[in-house]
C-alpha cells in the first residue's frame, strides 16, 4: 500500500515533467523560427509576428522577450503569476527588481555566459518577487535570438511555476527517506522518532510530537518529541500520558479525523503543555480502520497551520500506519510474554513451595499417628478382660480411622512427587506392567480381569504408568458390587495416539460426578468409606504429565469405562 501511494506520486511528476518538457520544445522552436531567421525577416515579419503573439498570449507559461535587461514584451501568464500590473512590470529590471537576491548572482552569471557567446541557453529555478512580497519559486529557460553576426539580440525566457511540482517532490523525497528508515524496525519508540523528526524536519516546525493509543484502556502516551532542529527525546520512565477524551490529540482519537486549530485560546479542547502555543495540529495514524496513534505540532503564532501541513501529515501518517501498528503489536506481545514469563516463575515457586509443604507436613503427621496407633493398640491388650464390647468396638473403629489417615497421607506423599522427579523416556510394555499388577494386588475370588487385546509399548516411566493402571484397576475393583466382577482392559490404536480403556460392571458413576472425581480428596463417600479420593487425582496427574487426556463414560448401576488417550511418541 505504501509503495503503491509513492509510485502514484512518481507517476504524477513524471508526466508532468514530460508536459512540460514538449511546452518548453514547442516554444523555443517557435521562438528560433521567429527570432533566428535574419533572412526572410522582412516578408515574413508581419505572419510571423502573429504567430508570436498568439503563443505568447496564450501560453500557460510566463514568456518574457528582453534586451540588455529591459523588458520588451511579456505575457498575460506572467502579469498573473507576479500579480503586477503589465505598465508595472514594463518598467521593472528583471535583475534588480523581480529576481530574489540569493539567485541574482546566479542568474546575471548564466547571462553573462550568454551574451558572450559562450553558451545559447541555460536553465536554472529561480524566485521571483510577487506583488505581495511573496516569491515563487520558478523554472526559467532563456535562450538566445542572435543576429547575422551572431550577436545577441533578444533573450527569450519562459517562465513555469514549479512551486507544486517542487512540493510534491520533496514529499516524496521526505516519504522515500521514511519509508527507508523504518523499513526494518521493530520498536515502537524508534519508529515514532522516526516519524517525529522527519516530519519536523521537512516542514520546519517547532516540535511534531507522536502519541501512541492503547486501544484497551483508552489511554494516549507520547513516545517521541522532535522539532526541525533537534531530537527533544523522551523519558521512557516517566512518558506523558492523557485519555482520548482530553486536548485536541483526545478528540481526533474519538473523532478519527484530523483536528486543525488556529487560535487554541478560543478551544476548549486544548491542553496547555511545557506552555502555551495559538496553533496545533493534530492527525489521527489509522490501522485496519483503528486509530492507533497521533501526530501532533503546536506552533507559537496564529494561524501557522494550513491544509499543506495537513497533506502532508497524512501522507506520512498514512505511509507509517502499518508499521506503527506493527510496532505496537510486538510490544504488546513483550509485555504479554514477559507477564507469562514472571507468572510462570511465580508458579514454579509457589508449586515448588506446596510440594515442599505436602512432604513435610505428611511426615510430621505420620509420626504423631503411629504413636497413637501404638498407644490405642497397648491400651486394647492391656484392658482386653476390662473392657466391653461397645469400649473395644470403639478402639477398633479409633484404629481403622488412623489407618485411613495413614493411608491417605501416603496418597498425598504419592500425589506430590509424581512430578516432582524428571524420569527419563524409556519404552515402557503395558502389557508387562498390567500383567505385574494382576499378579500383585488381591482380587476377590469374585472379579475376573480380562486384558482383551496386546497392549502396546510407549514411551514414559515404567512406575508411573505402574501408578496409573493400578489406580484404576483397584478402583473398578473397589467400586464393584456384583456377585461376578468383570473389568476388561483395551486398546485402540490412533494415527499419533494411542486410547487406552478400563471397564467395569460395578455400581457406575453418576453423570454430575464425572468431572469432579479426579480432583484431589473428592471420592464417593456413601459408597466404599475406605477410598481416601486421591486414586483418581494421580491418574489425572499422570496423564496430564504426559500431555494426554481421560474421560469416562458411565451411568449409575450400569458400570464404569474409563478412557484415556496417550501420544505415542513424546512431546
Same mark, same amino acid.
Given at each position: 500500500?505504501?509503495?503503491?501511494?509513492? #509510485?502514484?506520486?512518481?507517476?504524477?511528476?513524471?508526466?508532468?515533467?514530460?508536459?512540460?518538457?514538449?511546452?518548453?520544445?514547442?516554444?523555443?522552436?517557435?521562438?528560433?523560427?521567429?527570432?533566428?531567421?535574419?533572412?526572410?525577416?522582412?516578408?515574413?515579419?508581419?505572419? #510571423?509576428?502573429?504567430?508570436?503573439?498568439?503563443?505568447?498570449?496564450?501560453?500557460?507559461?510566463?514568456?518574457?522577450?528582453?534586451?540588455?535587461?529591459?523588458? %520588451?514584451?511579456?505575457?498575460?501568464?506572467?502579469?498573473?503569476?507576479?500579480?503586477?500590473?503589465?505598465?508595472?512590470?514594463?518598467?521593472?529590471?528583471?535583475?534588480?527588481?523581480?529576481?530574489?537576491?540569493?539567485?541574482?548572482?546566479?542568474?546575471?552569471?548564466?547571462?553573462?555566459?550568454?551574451? $558572450?557567446?559562450?553558451?545559447?541557453?541555460?536553465?536554472?529555478?529561480?524566485?521571483?518577487?510577487?506583488?505581495? @512580497?511573496?516569491?515563487?519559486?520558478?523554472?526559467?529557460?532563456?535562450?538566445?535570438?542572435?543576429?547575422?553576426? @551572431?550577436?545577441?539580440?533578444?533573450?527569450?525566457?519562459?517562465?513555469?511555476? %514549479?512551486?507544486? +511540482?517542487?512540493?510534491?517532490?520533496?514529499?516524496?523525497?521526505?516519504?522515500?527517506?521514511?519509508?527507508?528508515?523504518?523499513?526494518?524496525?521493530?520498536?515502537?519508540?524508534?519508529?515514532?522518532?522516526?516519524?517525529?523528526?522527519?516530519?519536523?524536519?521537512?516542514?520546519?516546525?517547532?516540535?511534531?510530537?507522536?502519541?501512541? %493509543?492503547?486501544?484497551? $484502556?483508552? +489511554?494516549?502516551?507520547?513516545?517521541?518529541?522532535?522539532?526541525?532542529?533537534?531530537?527533544?527525546?523522551?523519558?521512557?520512565?516517566?512518558?506523558?500520558?492523557?485519555?482520548?477524551?482530553?486536548?485536541?490529540?483526545?478528540?481526533?482519537?474519538?473523532?478519527?479525523?484530523?483536528?486543525?486549530?488556529?487560535?487554541?485560546?478560543?478551544? *476548549?479542547?486544548?491542553?496547555?503543555?511545557?506552555?502555551?502555543?495559538? *496553533?496545533?495540529?493534530?492527525?489521527?495514524?489509522?490501522?485496519?480502520?483503528?486509530?492507533?496513534?497521533?501526530?501532533?505540532?503546536?506552533?507559537?503564532?496564529?494561524?501557522?497551520?494550513?491544509?499543506?501541513?495537513?497533506?502532508?501529515?497524512?501522507?506520512?501518517?498514512?505511509?507509517?500506519?502499518?508499521?506503527?501498528?506493527?510496532?505496537?503489536?510486538?510490544?504488546?506481545?513483550?509485555?504479554? /510474554?514477559?507477564?507469562?514469563?514472571?507468572?510462570?516463575?511465580?508458579?514454579?515457586?509457589?508449586?515448588?513451595?506446596?510440594?515442599?509443604?505436602?512432604?513435610?507436613?505428611?511426615?510430621?503427621?505420620?509420626?504423631?499417628?503411629?504413636?497413637?496407633?501404638?498407644?490405642?493398640?497397648? =491400651?486394647?491388650?492391656?484392658?482386653?478382660?476390662?473392657?466391653?464390647?461397645?469400649?473395644?468396638?470403639?478402639?477398633?473403629?479409633?484404629?481403622?480411622?488412623?489407618?485411613?489417615?495413614?493411608?491417605?497421607?501416603?496418597?498425598?506423599?504419592?500425589?506430590?512427587?509424581?512430578?516432582?522427579?524428571?524420569?527419563?523416556?524409556?519404552?515402557?510394555? =503395558?502389557?508387562?506392567?498390567?500383567?505385574?499388577?494382576?499378579?500383585? +494386588?488381591?482380587?476377590?475370588? $469374585?472379579?475376573?480381569?480380562?486384558?482383551?487385546?496386546?497392549?502396546?509399548?510407549?514411551? @514414559?516411566?515404567?512406575?508411573?504408568?505402574?501408578?496409573?493402571?493400578?489406580?484404576?484397576?483397584?478402583?473398578?475393583?473397589? !467400586?464393584?458390587?456384583?456377585?461376578?466382577?468383570?473389568?476388561?482392559?483395551?486398546? /485402540?490404536?490412533?494415527?499419533?495416539? !494411542?486410547?487406552?480403556?478400563?471397564?467395569?460392571?460395578?455400581?457406575?458413576?453418576?453423570?454430575?460426578?464425572?468431572?469432579?472425581?479426579?480432583?484431589?480428596?473428592?471420592?464417593?463417600?456413601?459408597?466404599?468409606?475406605?477410598?481416601?479420593?486421591?486414586?483418581?487425582?494421580?491418574?489425572?496427574?499422570?496423564?496430564?504429565? !504426559?500431555?494426554?487426556?481421560?474421560?469416562?463414560?458411565?451411568?449409575?448401576?450400569?458400570?464404569?469405562?474409563?478412557?484415556?488417550?496417550?501420544?505415542?511418541?513424546?512431546?
Amino acid at each position: 500500500m505504501l509503495n503503491n501511494k509513492i #509510485r502514484i506520486l512518481e507517476k504524477a511528476l513524471e508526466r508532468e515533467r514530460k508536459a512540460r518538457k514538449e511546452a518548453e520544445e514547442i516554444l523555443e522552436k517557435k521562438s528560433f523560427e521567429l527570432y533566428e531567421t535574419n533572412k526572410h525577416i522582412e516578408e515574413l515579419y508581419d505572419d #510571423r509576428n502573429a504567430q508570436l503573439k498568439l503563443i505568447v498570449d496564450n501560453s500557460s507559461l510566463g514568456i518574457i522577450l528582453s534586451q540588455n535587461g529591459k523588458l %520588451v514584451t511579456i505575457n498575460r501568464a506572467l502579469v498573473k503569476l507576479l500579480g503586477y500590473s503589465y505598465q508595472d512590470l514594463m518598467a521593472m529590471n528583471i535583475s534588480d527588481d523581480l529576481t530574489h537576491p540569493d539567485d541574482v548572482k546566479e542568474s546575471d552569471y548564466q547571462t553573462n555566459l550568454l551574451e $558572450t557567446n559562450k553558451i545559447d541557453r541555460f536553465s536554472l529555478q529561480k524566485r521571483y518577487l510577487r506583488k505581495d @512580497g511573496s516569491y515563487v519559486l520558478c523554472k526559467t529557460n532563456v535562450s538566445a535570438v542572435r543576429n547575422s553576426k @551572431g550577436e545577441v539580440k533578444y533573450q527569450v525566457a519562459l517562465i513555469e511555476n %514549479v512551486t507544486e +511540482i517542487n512540493k510534491k517532490t520533496k514529499m516524496l523525497n521526505t516519504l522515500n527517506r521514511l519509508s527507508a528508515s523504518i523499513l526494518g524496525k521493530r520498536d515502537l519508540y524508534e519508529i515514532s522518532w522516526e516519524i517525529a523528526k522527519t516530519t519536523a524536519e521537512h516542514l520546519q516546525l517547532e516540535d511534531c510530537v507522536v502519541y501512541s %493509543v492503547n486501544l484497551d $484502556t483508552g +489511554i494516549l502516551t507520547q513516545i517521541a518529541t522532535a522539532s526541525h532542529s533537534m531530537y527533544k527525546g523522551n523519558d521512557k520512565t516517566n512518558l506523558f500520558e492523557l485519555t482520548t477524551e482530553e486536548g485536541i490529540v483526545g478528540k481526533a482519537v474519538r473523532t478519527g479525523e484530523y483536528q486543525l486549530v488556529n487560535d487554541t485560546s478560543k478551544c *476548549s479542547d486544548y491542553l496547555v503543555d511545557a506552555s502555551f502555543r495559538f *496553533s496545533e495540529l493534530a492527525v489521527p495514524i489509522i490501522a485496519n480502520g483503528k486509530v492507533i496513534g497521533v501526530m501532533d505540532s503546536e506552533n507559537s503564532k496564529k494561524n501557522y497551520f494550513n491544509y499543506e501541513h495537513v497533506e502532508v501529515f497524512k501522507n506520512i501518517a498514512s505511509l507509517a500506519s502499518a508499521q506503527f501498528n506493527s510496532a505496537i503489536s510486538m510490544a504488546k506481545e513483550r509485555k504479554t /510474554q514477559l507477564e507469562k514469563d514472571k507468572l510462570l516463575i511465580k508458579l514454579e515457586k509457589n508449586n515448588e513451595e506446596l510440594k515442599n509443604f505436602a512432604h513435610v507436613v505428611s511426615h510430621d503427621l505420620k509420626s504423631p499417628l503411629r504413636s497413637m496407633s501404638a498407644l490405642i493398640s497397648w =491400651i486394647k491388650e492391656d484392658n482386653d478382660d476390662i473392657f466391653d464390647d461397645e469400649t473395644s468396638n470403639n478402639c477398633n473403629l479409633l484404629l481403622a480411622k488412623i489407618h485411613k489417615m495413614d493411608s491417605l497421607i501416603n496418597g498425598i506423599l504419592k500425589y506430590s512427587s509424581i512430578d516432582k522427579i524428571e524420569k527419563e523416556y524409556k519404552n515402557v510394555n =503395558i502389557q508387562q506392567v498390567v500383567k505385574e499388577i494382576i499378579e500383585t +494386588i488381591f482380587i476377590p475370588d $469374585t472379579i475376573n480381569i480380562d486384558i482383551k487385546n496386546e497392549l502396546p509399548t510407549i514411551p @514414559g516411566d515404567k512406575f508411573r504408568y505402574q501408578q496409573l493402571f493400578q489406580n484404576l484397576i483397584s478402583n473398578a475393583i473397589k !467400586y464393584n458390587d456384583k456377585e461376578k466382577g468383570i473389568i476388561e482392559i483395551d486398546v /485402540q490404536e490412533k494415527k499419533d495416539t !494411542y486410547v487406552f480403556s478400563v471397564k467395569d460392571n460395578g455400581m457406575g458413576i453418576d453423570q454430575k460426578y464425572h468431572t469432579k472425581i479426579f480432583e484431589v480428596f473428592e471420592t464417593l463417600g456413601q459408597h466404599n468409606d475406605n477410598s481416601t479420593g486421591i486414586g483418581l487425582s494421580i491418574v489425572k496427574k499422570i496423564i496430564d504429565l !504426559y500431555e494426554g487426556k481421560i474421560w469416562i463414560e458411565s451411568e449409575s448401576n450400569k458400570g464404569t469405562k474409563f478412557l484415556f488417550q496417550l501420544h505415542k511418541k513424546p512431546l
